[in-house]
Nanobody, 119 residues
Framework: QVQPVESGGGLVQAGDSLRLSCAAS????????MAWFRQAPGKERDFVGR????????YYADSVKGRFTISRDNAKNTVYLEMNSLKPEDTAVYYC????????????WGQGTQVTVSS
């Protein structure tokens, strides 16, 4: 089992930056990639981006491309989400998730961390 734990959320103003962390414990060697999702009040959970553990390749949703950056520290089993030029519409609970392979579902989820961007 793998247990991701998010941290770093908070209240910021529009235009500010924030960095979220996702520390994964357990059998992390079995993980293929980790992703960030977000869920705004009354909306479905949306994909934000993902990173492949082995080579650091990243993929982003169009809505955050150019503003958000995902990175990882293999030694710490930690994935980061650097968010710049934050907008009020970025307000959501941000979740970290992991899976064993590209054809697997996102099996392992964190509890989420709240990000609120005020205008």
């Amino acid at each position: 089992q793998v247990q991701p734990v998010e941290s770093g959320g908070g209240l910021v103003q529009a235009g500010d930056s924030l960095r979220l962390s996702c520390a994964a414990s357990g059998r992390t060697v079995s993980m293929y990639d980790m992703a960030w999702f977000r869920q705004a009040p009354g909306k479905e959970r949306d994909f934000v981006g993902r990173i492949i553990w082995s080579d650091g390749s990243t993929y982003y949703a169009d809505s955050v491309k150019g503003r958000f950056t995902i990175s990882r520290d293999n030694a710490k089993n930690t994935v980061y989400l650097e968010m710049n030029s934050l907008k009020p519409e970025d307000t959501a609970v941000y979740y970290c998730a992991g899976r064993r392979g590209i054809f697997y579902s996102w099996q392992f989820w964190g509890q989420g961390t709240q990000v609120t961007v005020s205008s």
